[in-house]
Each structure stands twice: as structure tokens, then as C-alpha cells.
T-cell receptor
């Protein structure tokens, strides 16, 4: 394992349910990320947090609501999802958002939560 | 803005033969480049990264990649494939100028016995 854990690993929910995905990193990192991975599509960056503040929200529908209570934990709250939201949701962390010399810092990924919306 | 193209969606090799996964990038500034591997039902694992030091980068599990600025390429190679190398591989580029990251669509590597 990479030091980034995600629970649950699998989740099946109806469109009217409310559920939450949890991510925890044990690496002492300051930045955390949510990605969506759908079949036959590149990874889509959803949210970015740095030092517990949201710094990016890439046009994600409001039925996805992130929460970062501290630098080690990141949640993704789900509400009234659609079947097309079924995907693998990946959490990642990095030491800092950007490297001192420029560019994004190296990201380390969790195993993902496989979400199926019925 | 930067972008990355993985030239093959699927590569199939026999065990013990060389692996070549191709990646081309475009970048306005000096890029950082990464290769990640994803095994079935697992997250992405960092294989190696280039961050403007040596152009030939060695990673885990015997993989290496060479940064070629003139060809805007960062191809991933391994001299001898192992069955456990079967997975999806992602090339990623990050511009030093705008702090964005772009993932390629992925290349699925199959290793035949």
C-alpha cells in the first residue's frame, strides 16, 4: 500500500441515497486530491485541497461535496447521484501543491473506491 | 497549455521480450513528466519521474524512461517483460509554468506467457 487509504473500496448506491467516501493519508502531506476515473476516459481532476483549503474545483456538479477537516483526511459526500457518476474515485496526496522549482508535486494515490449508482 | 498523448491504447508482448510504451507531450515550459502504473482494481503507483535532472530516468521494477526534448517524447521501456507487468500505464505531464497536470488516456499492457 502507498500510505493513502480509501474506504469503502466498493460502494453501490441508489440515486436517492446519501453516502460519503473517505480518504486518509499517513505521509504527512499538505495537499490532497479527488479524481474520477471512468472507463475509456483520462483521469479527471475533481477537487484539490492545500493545507485544508479548497484551491481547485473543476466544474464538478454540486451533488459531489468535498470536505477536508484536517490535512490527513479528505471526504467526498455524495447526494442524488446519477448512473453516469458510476466510476472509480481516486484520492491522492502530495507533500505540497507545487514544487519549489515549479510544477505539481509528485502525487501518491490510494486504491480507489469503485462506485456504482443504480 | 500542456498535453500528453499515449500513442498506443493497447500493447501486447511475450514474457521475456522488451516493452516499449510511447508517450509524446506538448509543453510551453520545462515539463515534469511521470509514469504511473495501475493494476486491476488498484490505485495508481508511481513508476518514475523526470524533473529536469538526468534525461534517462530509472524507476521501479526495471522500468526506465528517456526524456527527449527534440522529439517531445518520454517513452517507457523495460528490457524483459514479466507476467506481473500486465497493467494500465499512464503518462503524465506537468508544466513548470502553470502548475497543472495532464494525464494520458493510458496504455494497457498485456504479457503473454
Amino acid at each position: 500500500e502507498t500510505g493513502v487509504t480509501q474506504t469503502p473500496r466498493h460502494l453501490v448506491m441508489g440515486m436517492t441515497n446519501k453516502k460519503s467516501l473517505k480518504c486518509e493519508q499517513h505521509l504527512g502531506h499538505n495537499a490532497m486530491y479527488w479524481y474520477k476515473q471512468s472507463a475509456k476516459k483520462p483521469l479527471e481532476l475533481m477537487f484539490v485541497y492545500s493545507l485544508e483549503e479548497r484551491v481547485e474545483n473543476n466544474s464538478v456538479p454540486s451533488r459531489f461535496s468535498p470536505e477536508c477537516p484536517n490535512s490527513s483526511h479528505l471526504f467526498l459526500h455524495l447526494h442524488t447521484l446519477q448512473p453516469e457518476d458510476s466510476a472509480l474515485y481516486l484520492c491522492a496526496s502530495s507533500q505540497d501543491l507545487n514544487r519549489a522549482s515549479g510544477g505539481r508535486d509528485t502525487q501518491y494515490f490510494g486504491p480507489g473506491t469503485r462506485l456504482t449508482v443504480l | 497549455a500542456q498535453s500528453v498523448t499515449q500513442l498506443d491504447s493497447h500493447v501486447s508482448v511475450s514474457e521475456g521480450t522488451p516493452v516499449l510504451l510511447r508517450c509524446n507531450y506538448s509543453s510551453s515550459y520545462s515539463p515534469s513528466l511521470f509514469w504511473y502504473v495501475q493494476h486491476p482494481n488498484k490505485g495508481l503507483q508511481l513508476l518514475l519521474k523526470y524533473t529536469s535532472a538526468a534525461t534517462l530516468v530509472k524507476g521501479i521494477n526495471g522500468f526506465e524512461a528517456e526524456f527527449k526534448k527534440s522529439e517531445t517524447s518520454f517513452h517507457l521501456t523495460k528490457p524483459s517483460a514479466h507476467m506481473s507487468d500486465a497493467a494500465e500505464y499512464f503518462c503524465v505531464v506537468s508544466d513548470l509554468g502553470n502548475n497543472d497536470m495532464r494525464f494520458g488516456a493510458g496504455t494497457r499492457l498485456t504479457v503473454k506467457p
